[in-house]
């Protein structure tokens, strides 16, 4: 058994469950999958499968609740109109806040706050760059997943695949260790994955 706790939005530990599983956990389905594919051995599946717990992070973001199942009457959204939740649970569990969008860009500004969180979680100090992989740099390859909790069009899944490989092509950060770094995403998942009951 291997434990899958992608979700970056709580601190580890936080509550009786500690890290939550989300959109990160069908990336380590397909890693297992592969190494037992290859005819590797269960404990080497298992420690597979842990290695890439370790370097999944994971951030939900909606713009309304999921319609949940057996219920008398459709709930109303606790998300205001026009506002965006980051760090929703995939069962519609509270995330971390609540925001209104500024200017009409609203895909660049979840996608920044999205990677911001999810790359600040790691300890480094975080630095926006619009430099991308310049000479001095050293890249460290990265594999996208950017999941449709359900509600979203093939169009928006679209732009905001689009935003999150340009966002992570430019992203870099100092680490005391390793120095100026940069993201370079070889790999992009996009689609419908792990939904959520129409969320969108």
Do not use: W
């Amino acid at each position: 058994m291997i434990i899958v706790d992608d979700d970056c939005a709580l601190p580890p530990g936080k509550g009786i469950t500690g890290g939550r599983g989300v959109a990160g956990t069908v990336l380590v389905h397909k890693v297992v999958g592969a190494a037992a594919g290859e005819g590797k051995s269960l404990q080497e599946v298992q420690d597979i499968g842990n290695s890439a717990i370790a370097s999944v992070r994971t951030l939900g973001f909606a713009l309304s609740t999921c319609t949940l199942p057996g219920a008398l009457k459709a709930e109303e959204s606790r998300i205001p109109h026009n506002h965006v939740e980051f760090g929703i649970g995939i069962h519609g569990e509270p995330g971390l806040l609540v925001e209104v969008p500024e200017g009409a860009d609203v895909a660049g500004m979840v996608v920044e706050e999205a990677i911001g969180a999810i790359l600040g979680d790691s300890g480094h100090e975080r630095r926006l760059s619009t430099l991308g992989c310049d000479e001095g740099l050293v890249p460290d390859e990265v594999v996208l997943v950017v999941n449709n909790l359900g509600g979203c069009s093939e169009l928006e899944m679209l732009v905001l695949a689009k935003r999150c490989i340009l966002a992570v092509r430019d992203y870099a950060f100092c680490s005391d260790s390793l120095g100026k770094r940069c993201l370079k995403p070889v790999r992009c998942y996009v689609g419908s994955l792990m939904t959520s009951l129409e969320m969108h």
